[in-house]
Structure formats: C-alpha cells, structure tokens
C-alpha cells in the first residue's frame, strides 16, 4: 500500500509560478512511476505529466508542455511539478499518482487556482 500527500497548491496570478510536491510512504518508491493529474469543474480528469521510475524518461501533455516541470528524488520518496507560466486554464484540482503497469495509488488532492 503506498500513501500519497500532495502539498503546495493555492492562489497565483496569471504569470506566476508554483511548486507541487507529493510525498509517498512506500519504502519502495523508487520502483514506481509517478504521475500528475488534473480535474477541473466539469471536465474529465487529464494526466499532466509523468515520470519512470529513474527519471530518465518523462512525458507531458501538451497543454504544460515547455511550462511545467516534473522530477523526482528517491532519497526523500517525493515528487514534484514545477509549474511555471500558469494560466487560469490550469485552475483544478490536482492529483499525485503511482503505479508500475497503471496507476493504482492516488493522493487527495490539492487544489491550483490562477486568477486573471
């Protein structure tokens, strides 16, 4: 069983930037992939970004791309989204996830609002 808390969510302006990280309790974290997703009112959840299990390989949907950032450090079981550039488009909630074939573990959530 792996717990999953997500922190670093809030209110920023257009422009600004956050940092979401993800903390998880697995010993074996490091055989997980992470990922990051999003739910906004109304709409279906999206994946944003993910990363394999040695951070050699990531990918991001094109919607954050050259915008946000995600890495991860095995030492401290964590992972993080840099999100840089944010539009009100990217107001949700949002979600941390891990799995090996799939996701199979998910945080609360922590919700982003960008302000116009």
């Known amino acids: 069983q792996v717990q999953l808390v997500e922190s670093g969510g809030g209110l920023v302006q257009a422009g600004g930037s956050l940092r979401l990280s993800c903390a998880a309790s697995a010993r074996t974290f490091r055989s997980y992939t992470m990922g990051w997703f999003r739910q906004a009112p109304g709409k279906e959840r999206e994946q944003v970004a993910r990363i394999t299990w040695s951070g050699g390989s990531t990918y991001y949907a094109d919607s954050v791309k050259d915008r946000f950032i995600i890495s991860r450090d095995n030492a401290e079981n964590t992972v993080y989204l840099q999100m840089n550039s944010l539009k009100p488009e990217d107001t949700a909630v949002y979600y941390c996830?891990?799995?090996?074939?799939?996701?199979?573990?998910w945080g609360q959530g922590t919700q982003v609002t960008v302000s116009s």
């Open positions: 996830a891990a799995g090996i074939a799939a996701f199979d573990y």
